[in-house]
């Protein structure tokens, strides 16, 4: 069973930065793509940001120039720099794994980021 553990949320003021990792039980180089996704009260669960076992990475519209995406493959985690963090960003981040084939997802437990006004 994959286990996936998000670390690094916390309470930042508008304009601070973040990094969340996720660490992934066992190599992250079986996963086709890892990305983050959140969900912020009331609202569904919406991608953030993915990167591909081949390093390619697609972000949101509302994060593309603030948020990077990254991977290092020997430490198995995955990571968010945020910066530029707005009070729109307040929400649960969670990590998630795709393997293709066979299909299967793994998602983490989330860490809560809370960016104040």
């Known amino acids: 069973q994959v286990q996936l553990v998000e670390s690094g949320g916390g309470l930042v003021q508008a304009g601070g930065s973040l990094r969340l990792s996720c660490a992934a039980s066992g190599s992250i180089a079986r996963f086709n793509s890892m990305g983050w996704y959140r969900q912020a009260p009331g609202k569904q669960r919406e991608l953030v940001a993915t990167i591909t076992s081949g390093g390619t990475t697609m972000y949101a519209d509302f994060v593309k120039g603030r948020f990077t995406i990254s991977r290092d493959n020997a430490k198995n985690t995955v990571y968010l720099q945020m910066n530029s963090l707005k009070s729109e960003d307040t929400a649960v981040y969670y990590c998630?794994?795709?393997?293709?084939?066979?299909?299967?997802?793994?998602w983490g437990q989330g860490t809560q980021v809370t960016v104040s006004p």
């Open positions: 998630n794994a795709v393997r293709t084939v066979p299909s299967l997802q793994f």
